[in-house]
T-cell receptor, first 116, second 110 residues
Framework: DSGVTQTPKHLITATGQRVTLRCSPR?????VYWYQQSLDQGLQFLIQ???????AKGNILERFSAQQFPDLHSELNLSSLELGDSALYFC???????????????FGPGTRLTVL | GQSLEQPSEVTAVEGAIVQINCTYQ??????LSWYQQHDGGAPTFLSY????GLEETGRFSSFLSRSDSYGYLLLQELQMKDSASYFC???????????FGQGTELSVKP
């Protein structure tokens, strides 16, 4: 158990819908990261927040957005869902804002999103 | 560019030693991490190399050569539970962004 929690564990929805994925980082961690893992794309970095502010951005679609709240939990919002958005979505957290040794990223159990 | 390449799959027998290689593009790169992921589970951190050389943690070791843009993960005394996907990942000069390789699926046979 990494200490990172994600809800829900599974989500099944229809195309065109909007969903919200939630992540609570490990106690004391200020950074939250979102990753998407699909069979054909591997683990793709989406976005990072550090202490409430956006720090780094990957190839995140415009239909996707995220935020980190004052209590440091984060939400990833996915809208106008398409079949291709079906994937595992992981949240990770770290103490600092860089990806070096002192800032090991710890991953949550993931949310499996199925778009029908 | 920012990409890492590793073999898609490796097979080895219980008790043996296996090496999983990773090559990367150097633009903005400053270290190499390794993660293990069992089927459908969360990636878990194994090791990080910031400097050239070998880092050892129990049965696992990781090596980095920045001059060759190359690293590897060495797993010794393989056990059945080591069957998993192994990812190399590079932090690049953009916050905490990690770029992952496509993963190497390790199958350990009895």
């Amino acid at each position: 158990d990494s200490g990172v929690t994600q809800t829900p564990k599974h989500l099944i929805t229809a195309t065109g819908q909007r969903v919200t994925l939630r992540c609570s980082p490990r106690s004391g961690d200020l950074s939250v990261y979102w990753y998407q893992q699909s069979l054909d794309q591997g683990l793709q970095f989406l976005i990072q927040y550090y202490n409430g502010e956006e720090r780094a951005k990957g190839n995140i679609l415009e239909r996707f957005s995220a935020q980190q709240f004052p209590d440091l939990h984060s939400e990833l919002n996915l809208s106008s869902l398409e079949l291709g958005d079906s994937a595992l979505y992981f949240c990770a957290s770290s103490v600092g804002e860089l990806a070096g040794y002192a800032d090991t990223q710890y991953f949550g159990p993931g949310t499996r999103l199925t778009v029908l | 560019g920012q990409s890492l390449e590793q073999p898609s799959e490796v097979t080895a027998v219980e008790g043996a030693i296996v090496q999983i290689n990773c090559t990367y593009q150097t633009s903005g790169f400053y270290g190499l991490s390794w993660y293990q992921q069992h089927d459908g589970g969360a990636p878990t951190f194994l090791s990080y190399n910031a400097l050239d050389g070998l880092e050892e943690t129990g049965r696992f070791s990781s090596f980095l050569s920045r001059s060759d843009s190359y690293g590897y993960l060495l797993l010794q005394e393989l056990q059945m539970k080591d069957s998993a996907s192994y990812f190399c990942a590079g932090p690049y000069n953009q916050g905490g962004k990690l770029i992952f390789g496509q993963g190497t699926e390790l199958s350990v046979k009895p």
